[in-house]
């Protein structure tokens, strides 16, 4: 989400909207620049883009590992979650004639695609 208010300028300017769906936020909310959505109960959304149950080494992988000890030497505490985590997380851009233009489905907690990539997809229509 930093990396999203990093680029807040460059989102409004090509006109995003920004939606977190989550299963741990209870009811919808907003911000200035990110609608909440909570798919709690079901989570339809979650199995309608195929982010489902994440496996043992997808959470505890190298790479995940390697991201939490970045944060770590940031001075970042890893804090333990009441959350499912085993729930992939991931990205999906949907332009404003409702077709999916960018479908990403994490591996784990570390695997986001970079910001660019997304605002190239945007970019290129």
């Given at each position: 989400?930093?990396?999203?208010?990093?680029?807040k300028e460059?989102?409004?300017?090509?006109?995003?909207?920004?939606?977190?769906?989550?299963?741990?936020?209870?009811?919808?909310?907003?911000?200035?620049?990110?609608?909440?959505?909570?798919?709690?109960?079901?989570?339809?959304?979650?199995?309608?883009f195929g982010?489902?149950?994440?496996?043992?080494?997808?959470?505890?992988?190298?790479?995940?590992?390697?991201?939490?000890?970045?944060?770590?030497?940031?001075?970042?505490?890893?804090?333990?979650?009441?959350?499912?985590?085993?729930?992939?997380?991931?990205?999906?851009?949907?332009?404003?004639?409702?077709?999916?233009?960018?479908?990403?489905?994490?591996?784990?907690?570390?695997?986001?695609?970079?910001?660019?990539?997304?605002f190239q997809?945007?970019?290129?229509?």
């Open positions: 989400m930093s990396q999203l208010w990093q680029q460059r989102i409004e300017d090509l006109r995003m909207k920004v939606m977190v769906v989550s299963f741990q936020v209870p009811q919808q909310k907003a911000t200035g620049m990110f609608t909440y959505c909570s798919d709690s109960d079901e989570r339809k959304l979650y199995r309608h982010m489902l149950k994440a496996g043992f080494w997808d959470l505890w992988g190298p790479r995940s590992l390697f991201a939490y000890l970045l944060l770590l030497l940031k001075g970042r505490k890893i804090e333990s979650s009441a959350a499912d985590i085993h729930q992939r997380g991931g990205d999906v851009l949907i332009d404003p004639q409702g077709w999916v233009r960018f479908h990403h489905i994490g591996r784990g907690p570390a695997d986001r695609p970079a910001i660019e990539t997304i997809v945007v970019e290129k229509g």
